[in-house]
Nanobody, 119 residues
Framework: QVQLQESGPGLVKPSQTLSLTCTVN????????YHWIRQPPGKGLEWIGNIALSGSTSYSPSLESRSSISRDTSKNQFTLQLSSVTPEDTAVYFC?????????????WGQGTQVTVSA
């Protein structure tokens, strides 16, 4: 059974850096593509970026300048850092795994973690 669990602060002040971690159990993070996705209140899902099997990363053009995804294979975790946050970054943040051999067909999701950007 593959399980993903997001963790991180629920409240971040404007201009600070948001840092979230996704811990993966039941599978290795080096055998699939793993993604960060968010859902702002009242809006649809927004793809943030992903880290591939090789460790290479890709980002949404709208967030690329502020986003960084990395991984710690010894802990089977990957992280998202989003800098210079504003209230518009308030959202539920999800980590997800892409199914074997795919890049965007998600087969497992974390439960999501609420992040609020507010002073």
């Amino acid at each position: 059974q593959v399980q993903l669990q997001e963790s991180g602060p629920g409240l971040v002040k404007p201009s600070q850096t948001l840092s979230l971690t996704c811990t993966v159990n039941g599978a290795s993070i080096t055998t699939n593509n793993y993604h960060w996705i968010r859902q702002p209140p009242g809006k649809g899902l927004e793809w943030i970026g992903n880290i591939a099997l090789s460790g290479s990363t890709s980002y949404s053009p709208s967030l690329e300048s502020r986003s960084s995804i990395s991984r710690d294979t010894s802990k089977n975790q990957f992280t998202l850092q989003l800098s210079s946050v504003t209230p518009e970054d308030t959202a539920v943040y999800f980590c997800a795994r892409a199914a074997d051999g795919t890049r965007y067909k998600y087969d497992y999701w974390g439960q999501g973690t609420q992040v609020t950007v507010s002073a």
